[in-house]
């Protein structure tokens, strides 16, 4: 039930800019929040960014000012804006879509990020 398939990962040079979409199908996505996680090698998954279905924006701290998270519900689709990259960003990147309330979560396969010189 429900599927989200991300794109847009790939190998980038420090300061440098990716863009990630996430297209969702088999699911309502306007009434879902849907956000992007990382997890990095040897590490937990983590918060990236989420964004409401009223376009309230959460972004973990060591991402603001330099990711935007965007999303476009006639095309069910959930987008990241990352500029300045860092190496520390470098991680599987997953899109996830979250029922606002029902119990139904929803996470992509992932696409690569690496930040690297």
């Known amino acids: 039930q429900g599927q989200l398939v991300e794109s847009g990962g790939g190998l980038v040079q420090p300061g440098g800019s990716l863009r990630l979409s996430c297209v969702a199908s088999?699911?309502?996505?306007?009434?879902?929040?849907v956000g992007w996680y990382r997890q990095a090698p040897g590490k937990q998954r983590e918060l990236v960014a989420t964004?409401?279905?009223?376009?309230?924006?959460n972004y973990a701290d060591s991402v603001k000012g330099r990711f935007t998270i965007t999303r476009d519900n006639a095309k069910n689709t959930v987008s990241l804006q990352m500029n300045n990259l860092k190496p520390e960003d470098t991680a599987v990147y997953y899109c996830n879509a979250d029922h606002e309330w029902q119990n139904h979560n929803v996470w992509g396969q992932g696409t690569q990020v690496t930040v690297s010189s």
């Open positions: 964004i409401s279905s009223g376009r309230s924006t």
């Open positions: 088999r699911i309502i996505f306007s009434i879902y929040t």
